[in-house]
């Protein structure tokens, strides 16, 4: 069974810093993209950012020159670095992974709070 388990989340003033994590577990064969999304109160999720398995990725242009995707393919994470966070920032943000296993699915994390204060 695969697993996604997001970290570091939390409560930042504006102009502040947040470093997420996303590993993936369990019994599959190989990960494909991998991505951040994030959902405030009362909107629609939306996507923040994604890296293929080659290191290329692609940002919202709300978070563009800010945040900053990363991944480790050895330790089967993905990462995301936030930088001069805004009130307008605050969401859940979920992890999501292209995920071969008998077959290439998609997968989701539970979600992390990332609140950011005035």
């Known amino acids: 069974q695969v697993q996604l388990v997001e970290s570091g989340g939390g409560l930042v003033q504006a102009g502040g810093s947040l470093r997420l994590s996303c590993v993936a577990s369990?019994?599959?064969?190989?990960?494909?993209?991998m991505g951040w999304y994030r959902q405030a109160p009362g909107k629609q999720r939306e996507l923040v950012a994604r890296?293929?398995?080659?290191?290329?990725?692609m940002y919202a242009d709300s978070v563009k020159d800010r945040f900053t995707i990363s991944r480790d393919n050895a330790k089967n994470t993905v990462y995301l670095q936030m930088n001069s966070l805004k009130p307008e920032d605050t969401a859940v943000y979920y992890c999501?992974?292209?995920?071969?296993?008998?077959?290439?699915?998609?997968?989701w994390g539970q979600g992390t709070q990332v609140t950011v204060s005035s």
């Open positions: 890296i293929s398995n080659s290191g290329s990725a």
């Open positions: 369990g019994n599959f064969f190989s990960i494909n993209v």
């Open positions: 999501n992974a292209e995920i071969r296993t008998v077959y290439m699915g998609n997968y």
